[in-house]
Protein backbone atom coordinates (compact mmCIF):
# COMPACT_ATOMS: atom_id res chain seq x y z
CA UNK A 1 0.00 0.00 0.00
CA UNK A 2 1.37 3.29 -1.16
CA UNK A 3 1.86 5.37 1.73
CA UNK A 4 1.74 9.37 2.08
CA UNK A 5 4.67 11.98 1.64
CA UNK A 6 5.71 12.53 5.14
CA UNK A 7 5.10 15.65 7.08
CA UNK A 8 7.72 17.15 9.25
CA UNK A 9 5.97 16.08 11.94
CA UNK A 10 5.97 12.64 10.99
CA UNK A 11 8.72 9.93 11.64
CA UNK A 12 10.41 7.27 8.84
CA UNK A 13 9.89 3.84 8.89
CA UNK A 14 12.63 2.40 7.09
CA UNK A 15 14.01 -0.66 5.54
CA UNK A 16 17.68 -1.93 4.87
CA UNK A 17 18.07 -4.02 1.46
CA UNK A 18 21.78 -5.73 1.57
CA UNK A 19 23.55 -6.60 5.00
CA UNK A 20 27.14 -5.72 3.37
CA UNK A 21 29.79 -3.58 5.34
CA UNK A 22 28.01 -0.31 4.02
CA UNK A 23 24.72 -1.69 5.43
CA UNK A 24 26.58 -0.77 8.98
CA UNK A 25 27.28 2.92 8.04
CA UNK A 26 24.05 3.82 6.77
CA UNK A 27 22.41 2.02 9.91
CA UNK A 28 24.82 4.46 11.99
CA UNK A 29 23.56 7.80 10.15
CA UNK A 30 19.92 6.49 10.37
CA UNK A 31 20.25 6.47 14.28
CA UNK A 32 21.30 9.70 14.92
CA UNK A 33 17.61 11.07 13.16
CA UNK A 34 15.28 10.78 15.87
CA UNK A 35 12.48 10.75 13.39
CA UNK A 36 13.51 7.59 11.82
CA UNK A 37 13.04 4.09 12.86
CA UNK A 38 15.03 1.61 11.33
CA UNK A 39 12.48 -1.60 11.11
CA UNK A 40 13.32 -3.81 8.90
CA UNK A 41 16.95 -5.63 7.30
CA UNK A 42 17.03 -7.86 4.23
CA UNK A 43 19.80 -9.84 2.34
CA UNK A 44 19.71 -13.23 0.16
CA UNK A 45 22.21 -14.24 2.97
CA UNK A 46 19.67 -14.47 5.56
CA UNK A 47 22.73 -15.67 8.05
CA UNK A 48 23.85 -11.72 7.21
CA UNK A 49 20.66 -10.03 7.52
CA UNK A 50 19.93 -12.03 10.83
CA UNK A 51 23.27 -11.10 12.43
CA UNK A 52 22.96 -7.14 11.46
CA UNK A 53 19.66 -7.68 12.76
CA UNK A 54 20.53 -8.84 16.14
CA UNK A 55 23.97 -6.34 16.31
CA UNK A 56 21.26 -2.93 15.89
CA UNK A 57 18.56 -4.35 17.31
CA UNK A 58 15.89 -4.55 14.07
CA UNK A 59 13.33 -6.53 14.12
CA UNK A 60 12.18 -7.79 11.50
CA UNK A 61 14.33 -9.86 8.91
CA UNK A 62 14.07 -11.23 5.62
CA UNK A 63 15.72 -13.32 3.01
CA UNK A 64 13.81 -11.49 0.01
CA UNK A 65 12.95 -8.36 -1.27
CA UNK A 66 9.42 -9.13 -2.30
CA UNK A 67 8.73 -10.85 1.43
CA UNK A 68 9.73 -7.25 2.75
CA UNK A 69 7.49 -5.37 0.90
CA UNK A 70 4.64 -7.20 1.43
CA UNK A 71 4.89 -7.70 5.09
CA UNK A 72 6.72 -4.53 6.30
CA UNK A 73 5.04 -1.36 5.88
CA UNK A 74 7.62 0.86 5.26
CA UNK A 75 8.21 4.81 3.93
CA UNK A 76 11.64 4.22 2.39
CA UNK A 77 14.16 1.14 1.63
CA UNK A 78 17.92 1.90 1.39
CA UNK A 79 19.55 0.26 -1.30
CA UNK A 80 22.88 -1.35 -0.50
CA UNK A 81 23.25 -4.20 -3.01
CA UNK A 82 25.93 -4.45 -5.74
CA UNK A 83 25.33 -2.31 -8.47
CA UNK A 84 24.05 -4.22 -11.24
CA UNK A 85 21.13 -4.92 -9.10
CA UNK A 86 20.42 -1.71 -7.84
CA UNK A 87 17.95 -1.12 -11.15
CA UNK A 88 15.70 -4.44 -10.64
CA UNK A 89 15.55 -3.14 -6.83
CA UNK A 90 15.25 0.17 -7.04
CA UNK A 91 12.20 -0.54 -9.93
CA UNK A 92 10.27 -2.76 -7.69
CA UNK A 93 10.14 -0.63 -4.19
CA UNK A 94 9.29 2.68 -6.37
CA UNK A 95 6.53 0.52 -8.17
CA UNK A 96 5.25 -0.68 -4.12
CA UNK A 97 5.11 3.06 -3.18
CA UNK A 98 7.90 2.92 -1.41
CA UNK A 99 10.84 6.00 -1.65
CA UNK A 100 14.68 4.85 -2.35
CA UNK A 101 17.68 5.93 -0.89
CA UNK A 102 20.84 4.06 -3.19
CA UNK A 103 24.02 3.43 -2.85
CA UNK A 104 26.30 4.90 -5.75
CA UNK A 105 26.20 4.61 -8.64
CA UNK A 106 22.56 4.78 -9.05
CA UNK A 107 22.18 2.15 -11.97
CA UNK A 108 24.76 0.35 -14.60
CA UNK A 109 23.67 2.65 -17.47
CA UNK A 110 21.71 5.70 -18.69
CA UNK A 111 19.20 3.41 -20.05
CA UNK A 112 18.34 1.99 -16.45
CA UNK A 113 18.74 5.77 -15.23
CA UNK A 114 15.85 7.20 -17.43
CA UNK A 115 13.68 3.97 -16.73
CA UNK A 116 13.80 4.93 -13.14
CA UNK A 117 13.17 8.28 -13.62
CA UNK A 118 9.95 7.52 -15.60
CA UNK A 119 8.61 4.44 -12.48
CA UNK A 120 9.56 7.40 -10.03
CA UNK A 121 7.13 10.14 -12.11
CA UNK A 122 4.91 7.51 -12.96
CA UNK A 123 4.38 6.26 -9.02
CA UNK A 124 4.75 9.35 -7.28
CA UNK A 125 7.83 8.11 -5.12
CA UNK A 126 10.92 9.93 -4.95
CA UNK A 127 14.63 8.62 -4.97
CA UNK A 128 17.59 9.59 -4.12
CA UNK A 129 21.15 8.69 -4.28
CA UNK A 130 24.52 8.78 -1.70
CA UNK A 131 26.94 10.81 -3.18
CA UNK A 132 28.16 11.00 0.24
CA UNK A 133 31.75 12.42 -1.57
CA UNK A 134 29.89 15.66 -2.06
CA UNK A 135 29.64 16.20 1.80
CA UNK A 136 32.58 15.32 3.19
CA UNK A 137 34.06 17.44 5.74
CA UNK A 138 36.95 19.14 3.88
CA UNK A 139 34.75 19.69 0.55
CA UNK A 140 32.14 21.57 2.92
CA UNK A 141 34.75 23.96 4.52
CA UNK A 142 35.99 24.32 0.84
CA UNK A 143 31.41 24.94 -0.08
CA UNK A 144 31.58 27.47 2.65
CA UNK A 145 34.69 29.92 1.41
CA UNK A 146 32.85 29.70 -2.19
CA UNK A 147 29.71 30.83 -0.83
CA UNK A 148 31.55 34.00 0.45
CA UNK A 149 32.74 34.89 -2.70
CA UNK A 150 36.23 34.12 -1.88
CA UNK A 151 36.81 32.71 -5.45
CA UNK A 152 34.68 34.72 -7.64
CA UNK A 153 33.23 31.87 -10.49
CA UNK A 154 34.66 28.51 -10.27
CA UNK A 155 36.56 28.23 -13.34
CA UNK A 156 38.22 24.51 -13.38
CA UNK A 157 38.68 21.38 -10.80
CA UNK A 158 41.16 18.87 -10.96
CA UNK A 159 40.86 15.57 -8.94
CA UNK A 160 43.29 12.84 -8.27
CA UNK A 161 42.75 9.28 -6.91
CA UNK A 162 44.85 6.67 -6.51
CA UNK A 163 43.69 4.03 -4.56
CA UNK A 164 45.22 0.57 -3.35
CA UNK A 165 42.27 -1.75 -4.01
CA UNK A 166 42.46 -4.52 -1.79
CA UNK A 167 40.22 -6.70 -4.58
CA UNK A 168 42.56 -5.81 -7.15
CA UNK A 169 46.21 -6.74 -4.84
CA UNK A 170 44.51 -9.88 -3.01
CA UNK A 171 43.26 -11.90 -6.11
CA UNK A 172 39.62 -11.00 -5.61
CA UNK A 173 38.63 -10.57 -9.44
CA UNK A 174 35.89 -12.10 -9.47
CA UNK A 175 34.07 -8.32 -7.84
CA UNK A 176 31.96 -6.97 -10.59
CA UNK A 177 33.91 -3.80 -10.76
CA UNK A 178 36.55 -5.90 -12.46
CA UNK A 179 33.93 -8.15 -14.78
CA UNK A 180 34.09 -5.61 -17.55
CA UNK A 181 37.10 -2.43 -18.25
CA UNK A 182 34.36 -0.22 -17.66
CA UNK A 183 32.77 -1.32 -14.53
CA UNK A 184 36.10 0.64 -12.20
CA UNK A 185 34.30 3.53 -14.09
CA UNK A 186 30.87 3.27 -13.10
CA UNK A 187 32.55 1.73 -9.27
CA UNK A 188 34.72 4.30 -8.49
CA UNK A 189 34.12 7.37 -10.56
CA UNK A 190 30.94 8.72 -9.54
CA UNK A 191 33.12 9.79 -6.04
CA UNK A 192 35.04 12.77 -8.16
CA UNK A 193 32.52 12.77 -10.36
CA UNK A 194 29.63 14.08 -7.95
CA UNK A 195 32.11 16.90 -6.33
CA UNK A 196 32.98 17.86 -9.63
CA UNK A 197 29.01 18.21 -10.57
CA UNK A 198 28.88 19.94 -7.63
CA UNK A 199 31.26 22.63 -8.37
CA UNK A 200 30.63 23.13 -12.39
CA UNK A 201 27.53 21.54 -12.90
CA UNK A 202 26.87 18.29 -15.54
CA UNK A 203 29.65 17.17 -17.93
CA UNK A 204 29.18 18.13 -21.22
CA UNK A 205 32.27 16.39 -23.06
CA UNK A 206 34.66 14.04 -22.63
CA UNK A 207 38.31 13.05 -23.82
CA UNK A 208 40.08 10.43 -21.90
CA UNK A 209 42.71 7.50 -22.17
CA UNK A 210 42.84 4.26 -20.48
CA UNK A 211 46.33 2.89 -19.88
CA UNK A 212 47.94 0.38 -17.94
CA UNK A 213 46.44 -2.77 -18.88
CA UNK A 214 46.66 -6.28 -17.02
CA UNK A 215 45.29 -9.14 -17.37
CA UNK A 216 43.32 -10.85 -14.44
CA UNK A 217 43.20 -13.79 -13.16
CA UNK A 218 39.76 -14.23 -14.22
CA UNK A 219 40.85 -13.95 -17.91
CA UNK A 220 39.68 -10.28 -18.18
CA UNK A 221 41.64 -7.14 -18.99
CA UNK A 222 42.02 -4.42 -16.51
CA UNK A 223 43.18 -0.82 -17.46
CA UNK A 224 45.04 0.53 -13.54
CA UNK A 225 44.80 4.06 -15.28
CA UNK A 226 42.19 6.20 -16.39
CA UNK A 227 43.06 10.26 -17.63
CA UNK A 228 40.14 12.33 -17.94
CA UNK A 229 39.39 15.93 -19.45
CA UNK A 230 35.89 17.44 -19.51
CA UNK A 231 34.32 20.28 -20.28
CA UNK A 232 31.05 21.12 -18.09
CA UNK A 233 28.05 23.45 -17.74
CA UNK A 234 30.04 26.50 -16.21
CA UNK A 235 33.99 25.16 -16.46
CA UNK A 236 36.28 22.56 -16.95
CA UNK A 237 37.66 19.39 -14.95
CA UNK A 238 40.01 17.04 -15.27
CA UNK A 239 40.19 13.67 -13.52
CA UNK A 240 43.33 10.90 -12.93
CA UNK A 241 42.13 7.72 -11.41
CA UNK A 242 44.96 5.44 -10.55
CA UNK A 243 44.17 1.75 -9.04
CA UNK A 244 47.01 -0.67 -7.13
CA UNK A 245 49.40 2.42 -6.59
CA UNK A 246 50.84 2.05 -3.45
CA UNK A 247 50.33 5.43 -1.96
CA UNK A 248 46.65 6.75 -1.42
CA UNK A 249 45.44 10.08 -3.02
CA UNK A 250 42.14 11.72 -3.16
CA UNK A 251 42.94 15.33 -3.49
CA UNK A 252 41.17 18.50 -5.42
CA UNK A 253 42.53 21.27 -6.82
CA UNK A 254 39.68 24.10 -7.31
CA UNK A 255 40.88 27.06 -9.57
CA UNK A 256 38.18 30.56 -9.51
CA UNK A 257 38.70 33.85 -10.24
CA UNK A 258 40.23 34.83 -7.67
CA UNK A 259 41.78 32.31 -5.04
CA UNK A 260 42.90 28.22 -5.70
CA UNK A 261 42.41 25.91 -3.39
CA UNK A 262 44.09 21.99 -2.63
CA UNK A 263 41.66 19.96 -0.94
CA UNK A 264 43.53 16.69 0.71
CA UNK A 265 39.97 14.93 1.29
CA UNK A 266 42.40 11.64 2.76
CA UNK A 267 44.23 13.76 5.56
CA UNK A 268 41.21 15.95 5.94
CA UNK A 269 42.33 19.59 5.13
CA UNK A 270 42.17 22.55 2.68
CA UNK A 271 44.08 25.06 1.61
CA UNK A 272 43.62 28.49 0.29
CA UNK A 273 45.22 31.10 -1.49
CA UNK A 274 44.04 34.26 -2.45
CA UNK A 275 45.45 37.56 -3.88
CA UNK A 276 45.97 40.51 -1.40
CA UNK A 277 46.68 43.72 -1.59
CA UNK A 278 50.70 43.38 -0.76
CA UNK A 279 53.46 43.16 -3.11
CA UNK A 280 53.97 39.66 -4.86
CA UNK A 281 56.51 38.82 -2.07
CA UNK A 282 54.53 39.42 0.98
CA UNK A 283 51.72 38.12 -0.49
CA UNK A 284 53.76 34.59 -0.61
CA UNK A 285 54.92 34.95 2.53
CA UNK A 286 51.33 35.63 3.97
CA UNK A 287 50.12 33.07 2.07
CA UNK A 288 52.60 30.37 3.39
CA UNK A 289 51.98 31.33 7.67
CA UNK A 290 48.38 31.46 6.67
CA UNK A 291 48.21 28.44 5.14
CA UNK A 292 50.43 26.79 7.58
CA UNK A 293 48.94 27.90 10.40
CA UNK A 294 45.62 26.24 8.62
CA UNK A 295 47.04 23.26 8.31
CA UNK A 296 48.33 22.78 11.51
CA UNK A 297 45.13 23.76 13.10
CA UNK A 298 43.56 21.17 10.89
CA UNK A 299 45.67 18.63 11.61
CA UNK A 300 45.18 18.74 15.37
CA UNK A 301 41.56 19.24 15.08
CA UNK A 302 41.54 16.00 13.10
CA UNK A 303 43.96 14.16 15.66
CA UNK A 304 41.98 15.56 18.77
CA UNK A 305 38.45 14.07 16.74
CA UNK A 306 40.22 10.96 16.41
CA UNK A 307 41.10 10.42 19.90
CA UNK A 308 37.69 11.17 21.59
CA UNK A 309 35.99 9.45 18.86
CA UNK A 310 38.06 6.31 19.96
CA UNK A 311 37.58 6.71 23.82
CA UNK A 312 33.97 6.95 22.99
CA UNK A 313 33.44 10.75 24.12
CA UNK A 314 32.10 11.83 20.91
CA UNK A 315 30.52 10.03 17.75
CA UNK A 316 32.55 9.39 14.95
CA UNK A 317 34.00 11.98 12.96
CA UNK A 318 35.58 10.03 9.84
CA UNK A 319 35.57 11.87 7.01
CA UNK A 320 33.80 8.91 5.12
CA UNK A 321 31.58 8.29 7.47
CA UNK A 322 30.69 11.81 8.35
CA UNK A 323 29.99 12.31 4.59
CA UNK A 324 27.27 9.36 4.75
CA UNK A 325 25.89 10.66 7.87
CA UNK A 326 25.53 13.89 6.10
CA UNK A 327 24.09 12.33 2.91
CA UNK A 328 21.49 10.81 4.76
CA UNK A 329 20.49 13.29 7.09
CA UNK A 330 19.85 15.74 3.78
CA UNK A 331 18.07 13.49 1.94
CA UNK A 332 15.56 12.88 5.20
CA UNK A 333 15.30 16.40 5.86
CA UNK A 334 14.05 17.37 2.57
CA UNK A 335 11.70 14.42 2.30
CA UNK A 336 10.40 15.72 5.69
CA UNK A 337 9.97 19.09 4.26
CA UNK A 338 9.03 18.49 0.46
CA UNK A 339 12.11 20.14 -1.00
CA UNK A 340 13.88 19.11 -4.04
CA UNK A 341 16.49 16.32 -2.56
CA UNK A 342 19.92 17.34 -2.52
CA UNK A 343 20.83 14.34 -4.93
CA UNK A 344 17.69 13.20 -7.14
CA UNK A 345 17.58 10.98 -10.34
CA UNK A 346 18.46 13.57 -12.64
CA UNK A 347 21.98 14.73 -11.29
CA UNK A 348 22.75 10.67 -10.65
CA UNK A 349 21.81 10.14 -13.81
CA UNK A 350 24.10 12.58 -15.01
CA UNK A 351 26.54 11.11 -13.48
CA UNK A 352 26.20 7.69 -15.03
CA UNK A 353 26.25 9.32 -18.22
CA UNK A 354 29.37 11.14 -18.06
CA UNK A 355 30.76 7.56 -16.83
CA UNK A 356 29.41 5.78 -20.28
CA UNK A 357 30.99 9.16 -22.07
CA UNK A 358 34.50 8.17 -19.87
CA UNK A 359 34.56 4.57 -21.15
CA UNK A 360 33.42 5.34 -24.76
CA UNK A 361 35.99 8.43 -25.14
CA UNK A 362 38.97 5.74 -23.80
CA UNK A 363 37.92 2.67 -26.61
CA UNK A 364 34.68 1.61 -25.67
CA UNK A 365 33.92 -2.18 -26.29
CA UNK A 366 37.59 -2.28 -27.78
CA UNK A 367 39.14 -2.35 -23.83
CA UNK A 368 37.36 -5.74 -23.63
CA UNK A 369 39.72 -7.72 -26.22
CA UNK A 370 42.09 -9.78 -25.28
CA UNK A 371 45.09 -11.43 -27.25
CA UNK A 372 45.64 -14.82 -25.90
CA UNK A 373 48.65 -15.26 -27.96
CA UNK A 374 50.48 -11.95 -26.68
CA UNK A 375 49.44 -12.66 -23.25
CA UNK A 376 51.15 -15.82 -23.43
CA UNK A 377 54.44 -14.63 -25.28
CA UNK A 378 54.83 -11.89 -22.62
CA UNK A 379 54.98 -14.16 -20.40
CA UNK A 380 57.17 -16.69 -21.72
Not at 93 to 103: I, P, Q
Not at 131 to 151: C, D, G, Q, S, V
Not at 202 to 213: D, F, K
Not at 218 to 237: D, H, K, L
Request: aromatic share 8%; hydrophobic share 40%; proline share 4%.
Amino acid sequence: MMRKHASPARSFRVGILGAGFISDLHIAALKTLPFVEVCSVCDQASGKAALTGERWNIPQVYSSLEEMLEKSSLDVIHILLPPDRHFEAALACLEAGVDVFLEKPLATSSEECDALLRTSARSGRRAGVNHNARYHPALERLKTAIRAWRFGRVQHVAAAINLPLRQLSQGQHDHWMFRSPGNIVLEQAPHPLSQIQLLVGNVESVSALASGRQLLNTGQPFYNTWQISMVCERGSAQCSLSFGGGFPVSTLQVTGEDAVAFVDLRTNRVQISEQTRFLEPVDHLLDGVRNGSAAMRQGAENFVNYGLSFLKLKASNDPFFAGIRASVRAFYEALREGSPLPVDLEQASAVITACERIVHSAGGERLNYTDISKEIAHAG
